[in-house]
């Protein structure tokens, strides 16, 4: 007996230091500091712009390579002094780069595009291998991405003339990244089956970075993801297509439903199109399904994305007006509707996300204000803060 009691007299104050210890584990305070992060899109290699910083005719892989040099210089710039989220502070860590498709351009052969296994390797270049940003945690930022109907397209063929006829170099690598495997390949990946639709928790909202638009299809795999999800916890969509998606995106509804130079549906979203059968109808079914959605999952408090390749801030009311989601569009360093002809216009999105008062702010970024000296600082642009309350 005596000998038991002694046991337990040298082990009690043993047992409470452990117990305090894992007290203070279980308080840990989890980091409350604002989140930043960088949003462009469409970076289309393959293609050439027009003009860039004196030259003509100039490449992808060249532009795309001057913009994330830019992008690593982020981090020594101060952000403007207006009203937006650490508005007057030094930029100093950048978290993540959000990518919103359209890594390679179609390869039609009367555009002479390159392969999409070569798009890929030098996306890999500019954007995995030279991007040099580092988050809070000195770990270089982490590039979350999804494809675009360009890279969707190479993968299941297209109704012009492609060389080669298939190519799903840059779906491989899109879901091998994103999903930390090595295990598909441009010879493996299965459109049909291999869908890039994952999620992650940052600073408190929950990010939804889906394959395209949230079709029928895709909102399948979202009911799913949502209910692990508190209602209190906002929520993010990030696509490539725009909330008022195109028509000829869907699959076709005619005959076997094919891809053809006829009906002219890119089949690269699941759900059949029923809103007409062709694809100059427009999408109000398509769009009422996902608002319906919307309505019922009312903790989606933005979306970002890319396909319409224009800087651009605004409320997506769905087809009959009677729904109000936050939206922002990104340009495209190859194709923007109003960089394409005024290289000065060249824009990317800087994004604060505050985890305290659950508010995101994105500011546009005029990267290439002064085309003959490309060394010149960047310029702030427009910016919107978004409550995700």
């Given at each position: 007996m005596k000998k038991s009691i002694c046991k337990a007299f040298y082990l009690a104050p043993l047992v409470a230091l452990l117990f305090t210890a894992c007290k203070k584990d279980d308080n840990?305070?989890?980091?409350?500091?604002?989140?930043?992060?960088?949003?462009?899109?469409?970076?289309?290699?393959?293609?050439?712009?027009?003009?860039?910083?004196?030259?003509?005719?100039?490449?992808?892989?060249?532009?795309?390579?001057?913009?994330?040099?830019?992008?690593?210089?982020?981090?020594?710039?101060?952000?403007?002094?207006?009203?937006?989220?650490?508005?007057?502070?030094?930029?100093?860590?950048?978290?993540?780069?959000?990518?919103?498709?359209?890594?390679?351009?179609r390869m039609e052969v009367s555009a002479a595009v390159q392969t999409g296994a070569a798009s890929w390797e030098q996306f890999k270049t500019d954007y995995l291998q030279n991007l040099s940003i580092k988050g809070k945690n000195g770990q270089k930022a982490e590039v979350l991405m999804v494809p675009g109907n360009h890279d969707v397209s190479n993968s299941i063929g297209y109704y012009a003339v492609m060389s080669p006829v298939t190519d799903a170099s840059s779906m491989a690598n899109i879901y091998?990244?994103?999903?930390?495997?090595?295990?598909?390949?441009?010879?493996?990946?299965?459109?049909?089956?291999?869908?890039?639709?994952?999620?992650?928790?940052?600073?408190?909202?929950?990010?939804?970075?889906?394959?395209?638009?949230?079709?029928?299809?895709?909102?399948?795999?979202?009911?799913?993801?949502?209910?692990?999800?508190?209602?209190?916890?906002?929520?993010?969509?990030?696509?490539?297509?725009?909330?008022?998606?195109?028509?000829?995106?869907?699959?076709?509804?005619?005959?076997?439903?094919?891809?053809?130079?006829?009906?002219?549906?890119?089949?690269?979203?699941?759900?059949?199109?029923?809103?007409?059968?062709t694809a100059s109808v427009a999408d109000v079914i398509e769009q009422r399904g996902f608002v319906a959605f919307l309505k019922?999952?009312?903790?989606?408090?933005?979306?970002?994305?890319?396909?319409?390749?224009?800087?651009?801030?605004?409320?997506?009311?769905?087809?009959?007006?009677?729904?109000a989601l936050p939206t922002v569009g990104a340009d495209s360093p190859m194709k923007g509707v109003v960089s394409g002809a005024d290289e000065t216009k060249l824009t990317y999105h800087f994004g604060v996300l505050d985890p305290k008062t659950k508010t995101m702010t994105i500011r546009e970024v005029y990267w290439n204000p002064e085309p003959a000296n490309p060394a010149a600082a960047i310029k702030w642009g427009n910016k919107i803060t978004i409550s995700l309350k």
């Open positions: 840990k305070q989890e980091d409350q500091s604002p989140v930043q992060f960088i949003f462009t899109s469409d970076a289309h290699y393959g293609i050439v712009r027009a003009a860039f910083q004196g030259k003509t005719n100039v490449d992808a892989h060249t532009v795309n390579a001057a913009m994330i040099a830019k992008i690593n210089g982020m981090p020594d710039l101060t952000l403007p002094a207006d009203d937006g989220l650490n508005a007057s502070q030094k930029i100093g860590s950048i978290d993540y780069l959000f990518e919103g498709g359209d890594i390679a351009n091998n990244l994103m999903f930390k495997t090595s295990t598909k390949t441009a010879a493996n990946f299965n459109p049909k089956t291999d869908r890039i639709n994952y999620s992650r928790d940052i600073a408190g909202v929950h990010f939804c970075f889906i394959q395209m638009w949230p079709d029928s299809s895709v909102r399948v795999w979202m009911e799913s993801d949502l209910k692990a999800v508190a209602e209190t916890t906002p929520v993010v969509i990030v696509a490539h297509d725009q909330p008022a998606v195109v028509s000829n995106h869907f699959t076709n509804p005619n005959g076997d439903h094919g891809i053809n130079n006829t009906d002219k549906f890119d089949n690269v979203l699941d759900e059949m199109f029923k809103s007409g059968k019922k999952h009312t903790n989606i408090k933005a979306y970002l994305h890319g396909h319409a390749h224009e800087s651009k801030f605004y409320t997506y009311a769905g087809p009959d007006n009677d729904v």
